[in-house]
């Protein structure tokens, strides 16, 4: 079984452009996630998908992050324009359904770094 | 609002001996899903334990078991016959139950190093 794939793996950028990050899921796992790793901290959730449609966006910085999942497949994180602390890892990860009790598996996640 | 908490940045663990991860947690609920991922350079965060909270059995996972204190609020790892493998990030879980959606909430994490 193919895991969760994302890219680009690295991805340099100065402050006030534009990034984009993509993400495959695990065929047939209808939720997806999107988390923010800042260094030295444990993920943190930016917004879960179910099929096509968000389940919660609350901790999204709206003024600069999008995302979307139009056929309920792969994904799209986007940032724009970017701040210095948003260097971070990106990390995708997805289940077969969003109860508590599935777990979510994990990609390798998309280290950014702003200059 | 369920918080996560990892006491120990860094532990340090010699080949084939055992050590054990502390993790608190606070949370107001009485079913939830704790989780311990490991995190190694490579980023991927992986599964490695997980204990359902109305279960009073402590969950193994072959060289990993955990103690889990629902009183105490505490969720620890042991791990077992250590492996320089074993050398990574390891990150404390919660999650809601009850069949509802809440999303995974991390602790800081605690590096694991293994010496040979």
Redesign the interface.
């Known amino acids: 079984e193919a895991?969760v794939a994302q890219s680009p793996r690295y991805k340099i950028i100065e402050k006030r452009q534009s990034v984009a990050f993509w993400c495959n899921p695990i065929s047939g796992h209808a939720?997806l996630?999107w988390y923010q790793q800042i260094l030295?901290?444990?993920?943190?959730?930016l917004i879960?998908f179910?099929n096509n449609g968000v389940?919660?966006d609350s901790q999204l910085p709206k003024d600069r992050f999008s995302a979307e999942r139009l056929k309920g497949v792969d994904s799209t994180l986007k940032i724009q324009p970017a701040k210095l602390e948003d260097s971070a890892?990106y990390?995708c990860?997805s289940s077969l359904s969003?109860?508590?009790?599935q777990?979510?598996?994990?990609?390798?996640?998309t280290?950014l770094s702003i200059l | 609002a369920q918080t996560?908490t990892q006491s120990q940045p860094e532990m340090s663990v010699q080949e084939a001996e055992t050590v054990t991860l502390s993790c608190t947690y606070d949370t107001s609920e009485s079913d939830?899903?704790l989780f311990w991922y490991k995190q190694p350079p490579?980023?991927?965060?992986?599964?490695v334990i997980?204990q359902?909270a109305y279960k009073q059995q402590n969950a193994t996972e072959n060289r990993f078991s955990v103690n889990f204190q629902k009183a105490a609020k505490s969720f620890s790892l042991k791990i077992s016959d250590s492996q320089l493998g074993d050398a990574a990030m390891y990150?404390c879980?919660y999650?809601?139950?009850?069949?509802?959606?809440?999303?995974?909430i991390?602790?800081?994490?605690t590096k694991l190093s293994v010496k040979p």
């Open positions: 895991g939720t996630y030295g901290q444990g993920p943190k959730l879960q179910q389940v919660d890892v990390l990860a969003g109860i508590s009790n777990p979510q598996h994990f990609g390798d996640g280290r | 996560v939830y899903y490579s980023r991927q965060m992986i599964l997980r359902e990150f879980a999650r809601s139950g009850g069949g509802s959606q809440g999303n995974l991390f602790g800081k994490g």
